[in-house]
């Protein structure tokens, strides 16, 4: 199953759940602020994603900016971002959505339907 982190009231997040039940793909809901990934979870799902860990921030968030991440992070040693990332759901960039061996950070079409389209899983 599908597991698909979100917050309700992002609307990218609205948009991509729009499209995941127009293409009939189904998926578990979890709410990132109450039930935010665990830091186990965040290194499991960074190592399969391939993707740099600065993926996994939600760099447009209230919080992001607050904390003034965009200067601290280049410097920050990679088990305090994971940290970092754990203590709140409102940093990690959204949706996360963990597709069988693929994870996916925000919402951009194509790289989509390849997963979930495509076969390509």
Not at 12 to 41: N, R
Not at 49 to 60: A, D
Not at 67 to 75: D, S, V
Not at 98 to 107: Q, R
Request: proline content about 5%; glycine content about 6%; charged content about 30%.
């Amino acid at each position: 199953m599908n597991k698909v982190y979100c917050y309700s009231r992002c609307s990218t997040c609205q948009k991509a759940l729009k499209w995941l039940d127009a293409h009939g793909v189904a998926y578990e809901l979890v709410d990132i602020k109450a039930d935010h990934p665990s830091e186990e979870d965040l290194r499991r799902y960074h190592e399969q994603s391939g993707l740099p860990l600065k993926r996994f921030f939600n760099t447009s968030g209230q919080l992001y900016r607050q904390l003034e991440l965009a200067k601290k992070l280049p410097a920050m040693p990679e088990a305090e971002q994971f940290k970092l990332l754990a203590s709140d759901g409102m940093l990690v960039k959204r949706p996360l959505v963990i597709a069988g061996a693929k994870v996916l950070t925000g919402f951009k079409e194509p790289e989509w339907e390849r997963v979930f389209l495509n076969g390509s899983r």
